[in-house]
């Protein structure tokens, strides 16, 4: 498959098109943004971990019925997808709470929410994707209440699916977040899942696993990157299909 022309570029992954119709070229680069972009940063091989991560979720996710974008690995930076028509939502599914729902509302930082709650952000970075509710997305033609329902269906299995996987890896899964997009009438689960997008405990010791590291300066990012992805990706059992974390990780992290 050949590299074609640069579609999009997102704050951390880029987007080609390639010889083959209805198929995209994802690069996952080194680039580690928050808040907004307000923080940025290119760290060595970062771009390695959230692939290999991505991957490896989108291949236990198929294995469970999950219909995700993921075709196949190209290298350890770049996956080929399907193309999508994306829906320009973020859905959240929370199983604790953390992050702005404890600035937004009071809860208690680590409060189980039972059921997980679902947060629909409108995904538009220059209005810093504002909270959605079911009749906005209507109005706004973004998904009918069928296909809204569908969306939420869907994510409430991938938090199923994931959180029984990390929990075997002694991991909580605090809340993550998903993009869908559509391809002909069936909807994908889209763009990536990894410490990116996820809010990850260890169940032990409480410490964050995930983007917060960079966001709140709790460590070396990189080191966690790395120590989790090789943790995530050697779940007994779990999809073996195409998912290359840099054999560096697996070593360095023991
Ligand atoms: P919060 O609303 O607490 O900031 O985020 C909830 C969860 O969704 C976190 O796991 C966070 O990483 C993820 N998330 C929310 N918005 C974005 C976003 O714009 N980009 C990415 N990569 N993840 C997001």
């Known amino acids: 498959m050949k590299q074609k022309k640069l579609l999009y570029t997102g704050k951390a992954k ?18 580690i943004t928050a808040f907004d972009g307000g923080k940025k940063d290119t760290l060595k091989n970062k771009g390695c971990y959230n692939a290999g991560v991505s991957a490896f979720f989108f291949s236990c996710l198929e294995k469970n019925g999950v219909k995700t974008h993921f075709l196949e690995m ?12 994306m829906i320009p939502l973020e859905v959240i599914v929370r199983n604790l709470a953390a992050g702005s729902i404890v600035r937004n509302y009071p809860f208690k930082e680590g409060t189980p929410l039972k059921p997980p709650v679902i947060v629909i952000d409108y995904k538009d970075d220059s209005r810093h994707d504002p909270m959605l509710n079911d009749d906005l997305i209507i109005a706004l033609r973004l998904a009918t209440p069928a296909e809204l329902k ?6 409430l299995r991938v938090n199923t699916i994931l959180s029984n996987m990390l929990a075997q890896q002694g991991i909580t899964l605090v809340d993550f977040k998903m993009e869908f997009g559509w391809q002909g009438k069936t909807i994908y689960l889209g763009d990536e899942i990894s410490m990116d997008s996820m809010r990850l405990w260890d169940k032990k010791t409480g ?11 709790k460590g070396d990012v990189m080191a966690t990157y790395n120590r989790v992805a090789a943790r995530i990706t050697k779940v007994p059992g779990a999809a ?8 560096k990780t697996r070593k360095q992290a023991r």
């Open 74 to 85: 190209l290298d350890e930076k770049r996956m080929v997808v399907r193309e999508l028509s």
């Open 240 to 247: 073996k299909k195409a998912v290359r974390v840099p054999k």
């Open 14 to 31: 880029s987007v080609y098109r390639t010889d083959v119709k209805g198929k995209l070229i994802v690069e996952f680069r080194d680039d």
């Open 207 to 217: 410490e964050s696993l995930d983007k917060d590291v960079y966001r709140f300066n």
């Open 150 to 155: 569908r969306i939420k269906t869907i994510a």
